[in-house]
């Protein structure tokens, strides 16, 4: 009887598949089923078939992402990440991604992912990342530097205060000292206007990421308001150095020093006389930039005029004397008088027709100083029947009486005729009762 089993199994089939449940039957060599069971699965342990491996940048901040490779197994294994910093493992780093911090920094960062099922575990670790501190950012550097225009100004100028171009800032300010007050809040819209004079600094600080920066100081000064200079509008007859386009020149190479000749000033004020040489007298030589200097006898014309007296006239001349030799010509009303240097005295000098006999009129009891600057004012006052002068050493204003007829009149006007001084600014008014010989000697200086 077990041999006819026997015969009778060789036609059986079996079905076996690892990790699955399979149904056997057995059957005979007719087909009949003698048997029919179910097997018990084979397990297998997970194999890694793919290592892990993480990507991502290296400075802290940085996001490292894990591609957490792939294992083989039965049944299928799962996977769990931990990131390591070098074997420590990090707390709560579990995640597909991980971001560097600074505690990365110059650490080795990995990722160990953990493959399980029933059968057993395998693990497999990353390669690694070393984590590195970012770039230190740049402190704040100005690509344009601030400024101050102008540097030297006068009380009430406008003043730009620039702050300048700056890279890796992200506020910029600038501190205004003057005289140790700050004046920052005087500053709008880039401009101040100083009130004050003296010496100040403007100071620029930037800040940024990278840290603060401050420019050097910055230096300037304000200068006191300048006085204003004479209103030529209360002139007859106004002229000076100072505005070089009233002054005519040519080149004279028979000149010495500079070869160069003044033919003519346009003078201001009211009447609008110009000064030119005389044709007889010609070689009028300009050698210095403040002023005329003539050579002896030679010197500039009105030509014929008629100013009448009226109530008076003033006359300044301001100059700086070269030489204390003979009477040297400042300034010369014909008809009525002049301002002079005699030998070695500074005189008004009025004809004794004019002033009651009066004579030479001393404005210094002193010698004259070579290269001192000096002022020589004259009033002709018929109001009040006196000529008055100026004492150019004192400035005392002194007085003598005159007798100063109605019909009195400049008939030409003289500038020149000295070797002995450079002549600067010379001025001619009508006396009133506003207009005195001290007030014309105030706006004469106002400037100078």
């Known amino acids: 009887m077990l041999a006819d089993f026997i015969a009778r199994f060789t036609a059986a089939y079996i079905v076996d598949k690892a990790g699955a449940s399979q149904?056997?039957?057995?059957?005979?060599?007719l087909g009949d089923s003698l048997l029919t069971g179910e097997t018990t699965p084979v397990m297998v342990a997970p194999t890694i078939t793919t290592q892990p491996s993480i990507t991502g940048g290296t400075?802290?901040?940085?996001?490292?992402?894990?591609?957490?490779?792939a294992a083989s197994g039965t049944s299928a294994p799962t996977g769990a990440i931990q990131w390591l910093r070098r074997t420590t493992a990090i707390s709560g780093a579990t995640g597909a991604t991980y971001t560097l911090v600074s505690g990365d920094v110059g650490q080795a960062i990995s990722a160990r992912v953990t493959w399980t099922n029933s059968a057993g575990s395998v693990q497999a670790t990353s390669n690694a990342i070393t984590g590195q501190a970012p770039a230190a950012t740049p402190a704040p550097a100005a690509t344009t530097a601030p400024s101050i225009n102008p540097a030297s100004a006068t009380v009430g100028d406008s003043v730009t205060l620039t702050l300048g171009i700056w890279s890796n800032a992200s506020s910029v300010s600038g501190v205004l000292m003057q005289g140790g007050v700050d004046r920052t809040s005087e500053i709008v819209d880039q401009v101040w206007s100083p009130g004050v004079s003296g010496a100040y600094t403007w100071t620029v600080t930037a800040t940024g990421p990278g840290g603060t920066t401050t420019h050097p100081a910055i230096n300037g000064t304000v200068g006191a308001t300048a006085p204003a200079g004479p209103d030529a509008a209360n002139y007859l007859l106004y002229a000076d150095n100072d505005t070089p386009q009233t002054v005519v020149t040519e080149a004279d190479t028979a000149i010495s020093p500079n070869g160069t000749?003044?033919?003519?000033v346009q003078s201001e004020g009211t009447l609008g006389i110009p000064l030119a040489q005389s044709a007889t007298n010609?070689?009028?030589?300009?050698?210095?930039a403040t002023g005329w200097d003539f050579q002896v006898g030679k010197y500039l014309t009105s030509g014929a005029v008629n100013i009448p007296i009226e109530d008076g006239l003033i006359a300044l001349a301001e100059f700086t004397v070269e030489g204390t030799g003979g009477t040297q010509r400042i300034l010369d009303l014909i008809g009525l008088g002049a301002l002079r240097i005699a030998t070695a005295t500074m005189q008004s000098y009025v004809p004794s027709a004019t002033n009651g006999g009066a004579g030479n009129l001393n404005n210094a009891a002193g010698?004259?100083?070579?290269?001192?600057?000096?002022?020589?004012?004259l009033e002709l006052d018929r109001v009040n029947q006196r000529v008055r002068y100026r004492d150019a050493v004192t400035g005392e204003i002194k007085s003598v009486a005159a007798s100063l007829a109605d019909t009195l009149a400049v008939t030409e006007i003289q500038v020149g005729?000295?070797?002995?001084?450079?002549?600067h600014k010379i001025g001619l008014r009508r006396r009133t009762s506003a207009t005195t010989l001290e007030e014309s000697i105030a706006d004469f200086l106002a400037g100078a």
């Open 23 to 29: 149904q056997v039957d057995f059957r005979d060599h």
């Open 59 to 69: 400075t802290t901040g940085s996001v490292l992402t894990l591609n957490e490779g």
């Open 261 to 264: 000749r003044v033919t003519a």
């Open 282 to 288: 010609t070689n009028v030589v300009m050698d210095h």
């Open 367 to 377: 010698t004259a100083v070579v290269g001192t600057k000096y002022l020589l004012a």
């Open 417 to 423: 005729g000295s070797s002995s001084a450079i002549i």
